[in-house]
């Protein structure tokens, strides 16, 4: 899981989005990574945060769910980037189908909440420009940790996600081969799913 946060003044809103500044989704991984060098050199600040498979899994069998977890790195990130200025607008896109109680869980991690403006939303990173910057950054960042894992195991698992064909083929043939590898998030249904299939596929086969 990859979060990011970026800071930037009001007046530079229309400039980002002159030059395309959207929903990281909506764009090319080329355009992608122009706009984040972009976003670097003029933002006023800027915090990425990589949260392994590892670290997922030890929080989720503590009994911190996945949304409580998002709200702790997400503070984590406001924590860092709250320093020096008198006022800041928080925009955060909102994981949780329960926007207000989620909202109340990532303040109860904030440090200083008195110069905050809190707006927690979903498809924020496509209605604010500062959170589409973020997006960005995450995904940017998001993708070099992939290809650092591909390089790693020396195998294309395709982009991760459950709905690339490509990352479902390689669960269903390598979920207990890479197991010790640090690749999968284990209390991950898709990877609880391919394998189980595959020790099914097992005793059939026996």
């Known amino acids: 899981m990859t979060l990011a946060g970026c800071l930037i003044e009001s007046e530079l809103e229309a400039e980002f989005k002159k030059q395309g500044v959207t929903d990281s989704k909506k764009l090319t991984p ?50 860092q980037m709250n320093k020096g200025f008198d006022k800041i607008q928080v925009v955060v896109d909102c994981p949780s189908p329960n926007i207000e109680k989620w909202k109340n869980t990532l303040k109860g991690y904030v440090n200083n909440t008195s110069n905050l403006e809190f707006h927690v939303e979903h498809k924020a990173d496509v209605n604010h420009i500062a959170c589409s910057a973020a997006s960005i950054l995450a995904k940017s960042q998001r993708e070099k940790e992939v290809l650092k894992l591909k390089k790693k195991i020396g195998k294309d698992f395709g982009s991760g996600y459950p709905s690339d064909p490509t990352t479902c083929k ?32 097992n005793l059939e086969e026996y």
């Open 30 to 79: 080329i355009k992608r990574e122009i706009l984040a060098e972009i976003i670097k050199a003029k933002a006023l600040s800027y915090k990425v945060v990589i949260v392994p498979a590892r670290e997922i899994d030890s929080s989720i069998t503590s009994g911190v769910n996945l949304n409580t977890l998002e709200a702790m790195k997400a503070a984590e990130i406001i924590n």
């Open 170 to 201: 390689f669960l269903k043939e390598h979920a207990k081969t890479h197991q010790k590898d640090g690749i999968f998030r284990e209390t991950w249904q898709t990877w609880k799913d391919s394998c189980n299939e595959k020790k099914q596929k």
